[in-house]
């Protein structure tokens, strides 16, 4: 959640882009959509929807911070979707000869060194910026900077990703808000929160596993997960808006929306009773 999709080239970037984007254009956006000092922020992003920037993916995040300042929080999905069980893969699949070397072979999930996958360039350099912390789920890690990042990122629990005892979850206990730029509510992770906390028909869950460090040792560890799917988050994103005010805008010439997790988490569970059918 939260990667950059159909990403351009930086040429067509460079092509549909009249000005380019600086940290003073950025932080006149970011103001105007609502954002300010204090607030707890969760960013999905596209970097190439915003057009050409100088300074790229440090200026949008530099941005941030200083409208956010100290006691404000900033958090970025920085999922490590290769670190999982291969049976599952998709995007692309391996032979099925490969899996047991990649259970056997993967490096164990570090926070400080192992990349995310299709996430894109803000949360690559996010992740590895000063004083930022990273959680320590080795599949669905979240990174975080400012007032509560220690207190979103610690004890991520294995079992429940993206469900309670998650950063997720404590966003919503802090009222956090959501901004997307440049990417659709399919990319919004924080409606997974929604579905751990739901009931709907067909809710499945299925053997996964990662390599992790147990005691300073590496293992493959295995567990149970909840089948995600986010097929209808696109549908469910559409009737959420149509029902509140929300503040939209642009982050150069990507569409931009910030508004409540809560609000959102709260509409989604009364969504998916009455609308999510057996998968």
Known sequence: ????????????????????????SLK?????????????LIMHSALS???????????????????????????MPTFSGDNTEP?????????????????????????????????????????????VLRSNHPISSFAAWGKHA??????????????ENSPLARIYELDGKILLIGVSHENNSSLHLAEYRSEY???????TGSAMLMNNERKWVEWEELI???????????DFESKIKYIQGKVGLAEAKL??????????LKWFKKNRKAM
């Open 87 to 131: 049976s599952h893969w998709e995007n692309p699949p391996v032979p099925e000869n490969w899996w047991s070397k990649i259970r056997n072979e993967m490096p164990a999930y570090h926070p400080d060194i192992t990349p995310t996958r299709g996430m894109g360039a803000i949360v690559d350099t996010f992740r590895k910026w000063p004083n």
């Open 201 to 207: 028909p067909g809710k499945q869950y299925r053997l």
């Open 150 to 163: 220690q207190y979103i990122t610690k004890n991520h629990e294995l079992l429940t990703d993206l469900g």
């Open 49 to 75: 929807k915003i057009g050409w920037t100088v300074g790229g993916p440090v200026a949008v995040i530099k941005a941030l911070m200083q409208i956010l300042t100290s006691e404000g929080t900033l958090i």
């Open 228 to 238: 995600l799917n986010s097929d209808d988050f696109e549908q469910l994103g559409t």
């Open 1 to 24: 959640m939260g990667a950059e999709n159909n990403k351009k080239s930086e040429r067509e970037v460079v092509k549909s882009t009249q000005y380019p984007n600086t940290i003073n």
């Open 259 to 268: 508004f409540s997790q809560r609000k959102l988490i709260n509409f989604a």
């Open 28 to 40: 006149q956006d970011f103001e105007a959509l609502g954002i300010k000092s204090g607030l707890v």
